[in-house]
């Protein structure tokens, strides 16, 4: 089946934007009993990036989204929706309207989205319902995330792998279609394996009544199985993305997956028959960004111009929920 039904749509512009601070793995073999020597063959981490403390997810996301909508050739006020996929928004609320004020995108609606590492392509499919339904006709994706507020930094295991930043894609309406097929999935029974989970104890109110105050804890992380889950599972999601969209792996020119691990970008496109070369990785230098990594990534390879108008993308992401999905796109309009 195709997922062609009700109008087309087309990615028309890409944006991104990362801190300035960088933290190498010499550096954080200072903080905790690691090395570079590890973080680089178990990985392919070498520095990630990390916001400053006044550095807010709205300053990430604002800069991103501006050279998106710039790339697209629209006005700021054309925008009619605006998503932000993120786990770490600046208010509990959601950081989505702030954006959309200090874009001064009058006309847009916009919410937050939560979906971890998936969240971007969760965001894709979300925005691409709208268009396809005709409510709306140009969209705003953004994904950012700050995780670096939530690692814990006395945790080797995962300290070495998070980074921040926030890319940004614009989705218009369009005779032709460039977005050719998606899947998406959900797993809460392996939810243990990856959390950012709110812990309270009880306050007592009055009587017997009571609440829980506390907060959210560290990221906590089940490696092994989150990388057996992404190996057997994402390979598994960009095929039946794949038949959705009436393609095979031969018709894909990259391969843009959720930057992880250099082992999980090596073993999926292994197991695909891809080569190494139609892999796009920037792994080395942000680390694993969550939601921002895949449009990051994109935006990366399209301003170099390795990703040329009408080239299909097999995306995929994957992570906490757990959640994985995959979309199949031809980048660029017309
Ligand atoms: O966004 C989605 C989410 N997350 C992921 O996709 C992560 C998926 N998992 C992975 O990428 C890998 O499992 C890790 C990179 C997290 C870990 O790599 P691994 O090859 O699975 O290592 P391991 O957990 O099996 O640990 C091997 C050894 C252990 O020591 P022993 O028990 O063999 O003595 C660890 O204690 O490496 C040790 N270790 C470290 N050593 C130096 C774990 N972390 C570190 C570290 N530096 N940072």
């Known amino acids: 089946m195709v997922q062609h039904a009700g109008r087309g749509i087309v990615i028309t512009g890409s944006g991104s934007a990362v801190p300035t601070m960088a933290l190498s793995n010499q550096e954080l073999s200072q903080i905790v009993d690691t090395s570079d020597e590890w973080i680089t063959t178990r990985t392919g981490i070498r520095q990630r990036r990390l916001a400053a403390p006044p550095q807010s997810l709205v300053d990430l996301a604002v800069p991103a989204a501006e050279a998106a909508i710039a790339m697209a050739g629209l006005a700021v006020t054309d925008v009619d929706l605006i998503i932000l996929a993120t786990s770490t928004p600046d208010d509990l609320f959601g950081s989505a309207s702030m954006i959309q004020a200090r874009l001064g995108a009058t006309q847009a609606v916009a919410f937050d989205l939560t979906a ?23 969209a705003l994706l953004i994904g950012a995330d700050i995780l670096s507020r939530w690692v814990d930094w006395g945790d080797r295991r995962t300290c070495v792998l998070f980074g921040d930043g926030a890319g940004a894609v614009v989705l218009q309406t369009a005779d032709r279609d460039r977005l050719l097929g998606f899947e998406l999935r959900s797993d809460g029974t392996q939810n243990a394996c990856l959390t950012l989970a709110y812990q309270g104890d009880p306050q007592s109110l009055t009587g017997p009544v009571a609440v829980a105050k506390g907060t959210y804890q560290p990221i906590a992380m089940n490696g092994q199985e989150v990388y057996r889950f992404a190996v057997k599972r994402v390979p598994e999601v960009i095929e039946k993305a794949l038949y959705r969209a009436a393609r095979s792996v031969e018709h894909i020119d990259w391969l843009l997956l959720h930057q992880a691990n250099q082992r999980i970008l090596d073993a999926v ?19 694993n960004t969550s939601a921002a990594s895949i449009p ?3 935006d990366e390879a399209v301003r170099q111009g390795k990703i040329q108008p009408g080239d299909t993308i097999a995306a995929a992401g994957f992570g906490a929920g757990l959640t994985w999905g995959a979309v199949i796109f031809q980048w660029g309009p017309g």
């Open 116 to 138: 971890a590492c998936s969240g971007f392509i969760f965001g894709l499919v979300t925005g691409a319902q709208y268009l396809r339904a005709g409510t709306y006709q140009n």
């Open 269 to 287: 496109a292994q197991r695909l028959k891809i080569p190494a070369e139609k892999v796009l990785s920037n792994l080395a230098q942000y680390g």
């Open 296 to 298: 990051i990534a994109l």
